[in-house]
């Protein structure tokens, strides 16, 4: 599903983005310039094939469609007698609160939702991902970060709280788009490294012409988010973020953009030396400079 950015007025005068998509739209701050946030940005809560990728669609292994589970539309998912949870295990208790996974591990078990071709309703427990935004948050201008999201309620431990959306670029795609920007330009690119078994898959996630919420989510390097990558219909990975910690009302959002998981770097990218961008966080252990992946600098 797509949707393009659609900011409203509510009865109150508030002004939201997602509204009519996300199941929890997300306010923007009154000091927000609306123009600001909707150039060349399309709102959409699904990765999508970039423009490259889509030649890729019939022939990419990855997108291809996972076998769904056979439970019935009135029925909740369990270890029992879902094949989707009996894969890999159990990854959701009833809330929607993540279970029997740690960030901190070095090997983090597969998590896999349910999906379009399960038997199973909107309902079901292990679909939570997919599902959206639930709690609500704020998009607002930081004093030296550009925008930044915040919490307008609680939030629990190990809960989801949004999606890191965009078009899956191929390597190529992702290093041509990254030397089309110029020094003040923010790289929105995302590189997701995954090791699995004898393999490593990449995967590279670009938010700027299309994405969601996560595009405005600052680093830090002491975060309250980490990352998770969530499989639903296919091999390419959703990055979801669950709260690392409880965090509080009007708390900043953050995830650390380099060592949050150890699929989320490697021996050449997300190294914080190479980069020239400050890191504003703030935090006792700051780093001083963003990381970056410098792979997307080489030459193909």
Same mark, same amino acid.
């Given at each position: 599903?797509?949707?393009?950015?659609?900011?409203?007025?509510?009865?109150?005068?508030?002004? !939201?983005?997602?509204?009519?998509? +996300?199941?929890?739209?997300?306010?923007?701050?009154?000091?927000?310039?609306?123009?600001?946030?909707?150039?060349?940005?399309?709102?959409?809560?699904?990765?999508?094939?970039?423009?490259?990728?889509?030649?890729?669609?019939?022939?990419? +292994?990855?997108?291809?469609?996972?076998?769904?589970?056979?439970?019935?539309?009135?029925?909740?998912?369990?270890?029992?007698?879902?094949?989707? /949870?009996?894969?890999?295990?159990?990854?959701?208790?009833?809330?929607?609160?993540? /279970?029997?996974?740690?960030?901190? +591990?070095?090997?983090?078990?597969?998590?896999? +939702?349910?999906?379009?071709?399960?038997?199973?309703? $909107?309902?079901?427990?292990?679909?939570?991902?997919?599902?959206?935004?639930?709690?609500?948050?704020?998009?607002?201008?930081?004093?030296?970060?550009?925008?930044?999201?915040?919490?307008?309620?609680?939030?629990?431990?190990?809960?989801?709280?949004?999606?890191?959306?965009?078009?899956?670029?191929?390597?190529?795609?992702?290093?041509?788009?990254?030397?089309?920007?110029?020094?003040?330009?923010?790289?929105? /690119?995302?590189?997701?490294?995954?090791?699995?078994?004898?393999?490593?898959?990449?995967?590279?996630? $670009?938010?700027?012409?299309?994405?969601?919420?996560?595009? !405005?989510?600052?680093?830090?390097?002491?975060?309250?988010?980490?990352?998770?990558?969530?499989?639903?219909?296919?091999?390419?990975?959703?990055?979801?973020?669950?709260?690392?910690?409880?965090?509080?009302?009007?708390?900043?959002?953050?995830?650390?953009?380099?060592?949050?998981?150890?699929?989320?770097?490697?021996?050449?990218?997300?190294?914080?030396?190479?980069?020239?961008?400050?890191? !504003?966080?703030?935090?006792?252990?700051?780093?001083?400079?963003?990381?970056?992946?410098?792979?997307?600098?080489?030459?193909?």
């Amino acid at each position: 599903m797509k949707l393009s950015m659609d900011l409203y007025t509510s009865n109150r005068r508030k002004m !939201f983005l997602g509204q009519g998509f +996300e199941p929890q739209p997300i306010e923007i701050d009154s000091d927000v310039d609306t123009r600001s946030l909707s150039v060349k940005f399309e709102y959409i809560n699904e990765n999508v094939p970039g423009p490259t990728k889509e030649v890729e669609l019939d022939s990419d +292994e990855r997108f291809f469609q996972f076998r769904g589970c056979s439970c019935s539309s009135g029925s909740l998912c369990s270890e029992k007698d879902c094949s989707c /949870i009996q894969r890999f295990g159990p990854t959701f208790d009833p809330y929607g609160v993540l /279970i029997n996974v740690e960030p901190q +591990e070095s090997k983090m078990r597969p998590v896999l +939702e349910c999906n379009s071709e399960c038997g199973c309703g $909107d309902a079901c427990p292990n679909r939570v991902v997919q599902n959206g935004v639930k709690f609500k948050l704020k998009i607002f201008r930081t004093e030296r970060k550009g925008f930044g999201v915040k919490a307008l309620e609680p939030i629990q431990k190990n809960s989801f709280v949004c999606e890191y959306v965009g078009e899956i670029l191929t390597a190529d795609e992702a290093k041509h788009r990254t030397r089309l920007l110029s020094p003040s330009d923010t790289n929105f /690119i995302m590189t997701v490294n995954e090791h699995l078994e004898s393999r490593r898959e990449v995967t590279y996630i $670009d938010p700027i012409y299309k994405g969601n919420v996560g595009r !405005f989510v600052n680093h830090s390097c002491d975060p309250n988010l980490f990352l998770i990558p969530v499989r639903v219909d296919h091999s390419y990975p959703r990055v979801a973020m669950f709260a690392l910690r409880d965090i509080d009302v009007d708390e900043e959002l953050s995830y650390d953009y380099a060592n949050d998981l150890s699929y989320a770097s490697s021996s050449n990218a997300m190294d914080a030396r190479n980069s020239n961008s400050r890191c !504003f966080c703030e935090s006792i252990n700051c780093r001083k400079y963003l990381p970056m992946d410098s792979n997307l600098y080489l030459s193909s």
